[in-house]
């Protein structure tokens, strides 16, 4: 059987001398390995194929061992992200994430995807701190998978009215200081004022977007923590800044 995916290069491992398995994420059917023979050979004509990244239009066919991809068109390779160190740190955590999720239903697969794709665009072409796109990747993550943070009102007692905020990694729920459960942690003025920002700043706005100094590492760290806890997964990226 032939099929034709929208799929973006998660990451890719050698296999055999000259193939390549290239971890795919896509629109139609999430995440899946495919084979691309032959690409390490200096002729080959898929080469860009194997890059993280890169996105586009991938024809698969069933082989003896699992798909095989036969043909492939670039819609986009998001080359700059890899070429600029600034920019690789979080494209390279974006993939990471997608490469920890277990995704609950097709539909969520989908809003993921577009979600990713939106974020790798604005990483790669739009003038914004790299950071911000990878805080507002993870806040709008955390609403398209049923855990959204919500900071107008305590979780609990559902006050509006509270200048000390703590997040609650067991649940992922942001309370006031009257609701805190043991063990939560109490977030940094900044924290909270730029995860409010981010919250409800669309992805084409966050070029005109200026934050508290290094608030957007404060936030980083509660969200990548917070997606730990809700995905049960461990982040590689987050020992570099922790
Ligand atoms: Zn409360």
Redesign the pocket.
Same mark, same amino acid.
């Given at each position: 059987m032939t099929q034709k995916i929208q799929a973006i290069v998660i990451r890719s491992n050698d296999r055999k001398e000259k193939d390549k398995n290239v971890l795919l994420f896509s629109l139609e059917n999430g995440k899946m390995w495919a084979t691309l023979k032959g690409v390490k050979s200096p002729t080959a004509k898929m080469k860009l194929a194997q890059n993280p990244f890169c996105y586009g239009e991938f024809v698969l066919e069933d082989g003896k061992a699992g798909q095989i991809i036969t043909g492939f068109e670039a819609i986009e390779t998001f080359h700059e992200i890899s070429e600029d160190v600034d920019k690789y740190f979080e494209g390279t955590a974006i993939l990471e994430i997608i490469n920890s999720i277990d995704f609950s239903s097709k539909e969520e697969m989908a809003r993921v995807f577009v979600l990713t794709i939106r974020s790798l665009k604005t990483l790669c072409f739009e003038n914004v701190l790299p950071l911000y796109v990878l805080d507002k990747f993870l806040i709008s993550l955390f609403d398209i998978t049923g855990t959204p943070l919500e900071t107008k009102r $305590?979780? @609990? @007692?559902? =006050?509006t009215i509270?200048e000390r905020m703590f997040i609650d990694y067991a649940t992922g729920e942001l =309370? $006031?200081i009257? @609701?805190m459960k043991y063990g939560s942690e109490e977030l940094a003025k900044t924290t909270i004022s730029a995860l409010k920002i981010l919250s409800s700043t669309e992805f084409d706005k966050l070029q005109t977007l200026k934050l508290a100094q290094d608030s957007e590492l404060g936030l980083l760290r509660v969200l990548a923590r917070n997606f730990e806890a809700r995905f049960d997964k461990k982040l590689k990226f987050v020992g570099i800044f922790s």
């Open positions: $305590c979780s @609990c @007692c559902d =006050t509270f =309370t $006031c009257n @609701c």
